[in-house]
T-cell receptor, first 114, second 114 residues
Framework: AQSVSQHNHHVILSEAASLELGCNYS??????LFWYVQYPGQHLQLLLKYFSGDPLVKGIKGFEAEFIKSKFSFNLRKPSVQWSDTAEYFCAVNAPRGTGNLIFGKGTKLSVKP | GAGVSQSPSNKVTEKGKDVELRCDPISGHTALYWYRQSLGQGLEFLIYFQGNSAPDKSGLPSDRFSAERTGGSVSTLTIQRTQQEDSAVYLC????????????FGPGTRLTVL
């Protein structure tokens, strides 16, 4: 069965620090990969996604992620975080040929200190 | 345009009662998903509807849970004889088709079972 692991439960950073959130998935076939973000009091929204092509994908608000197939990883990065990046981040996968339901990691809560 | 809407936003019920949660997907989206977000379990897939096809119910945790989608648009998730472990945020998402498309999430219904 597919599964997604996010290594960090809670990350605390100061503004301007660099961010990397780990995500590994378990699935033998082709997958689509997503990072979703949930800001306090708001609903889940898409940060970025990878379907095919260039394994380095850029999303909104300066976020990027790199798909490394050999490591089954899709880590999220941002060179310099802001207080407004405080949120919970979810990595997710789905199988293009299936129903498309997302398998989520447990999430990483990011707290950015001003 | 309008996003995915869900009602009610909050629902408090007593153990043993039935509840109905409603989802209005984005107009024109044929695929609709229900997920549950609970402490300790993260986000879990519950059920998937695609057009007029039979739904994929593989994620429903028990036969107390059911869902329907009338006219290929609005969906209702019903939980019968609620239990305290049903307390969670129930999220609905839609996308234009399935698989490779981004899922757009609603704000969720927070269910509390006393």
């Amino acid at each position: 069965a597919q599964s997604v692991s996010q290594h960090n439960h809670h990350v605390i950073l100061s503004e301007a620090a660099s961010l990397e959130l780990g995500c590994n998935y378990s699935y033998g076939g082709t997958v689509n990969l997503f990072w979703y973000v949930q800001y306090p009091g708001q609903h889940l929204q898409l940060l970025l996604k990878y379907f095919s092509g260039d394994p380095l994908v850029k999303g909104i608000k300066g976020f990027e992620a790199e798909f490394i197939k050999s490591k089954f990883s899709f880590n999220l990065r941002k060179p310099s975080v802001q207080w407004s990046d405080t949120a919970e981040y979810f990595c997710a996968v789905n199988a293009p040929r299936g129903t498309g339901n997302l398998i989520f990691g447990k999430g990483t809560k990011l707290s950015v200190k001003p | 345009g309008a996003g995915v809407s869900q009602s009610p936003s909050n629902k408090v019920t007593e153990k043993g009662k039935d509840v109905e949660l409603r989802c209005d997907p984005i107009s024109g989206h044929t695929a609709l998903y229900w997920y549950r977000q609970s402490l300790g379990q993260g986000l879990e897939f519950l059920i998937y509807f695609q057009g007029n096809s039979a739904p994929d119910k593989s994620g429903l945790p028990s036969d107390r849970f059911s869902a329907e989608r009338t006219g290929g648009s609005v969906s209702t998730l019903t939980i019968q004889r609620t239990q305290q472990e049903d307390s969670a945020v129930y999220l609905c998402a839609s996308n234009p088709e399935r698989g490779t498309d981004t899922q757009y999430f609603g704000p969720g219904t927070r269910l509390t079972v006393l």
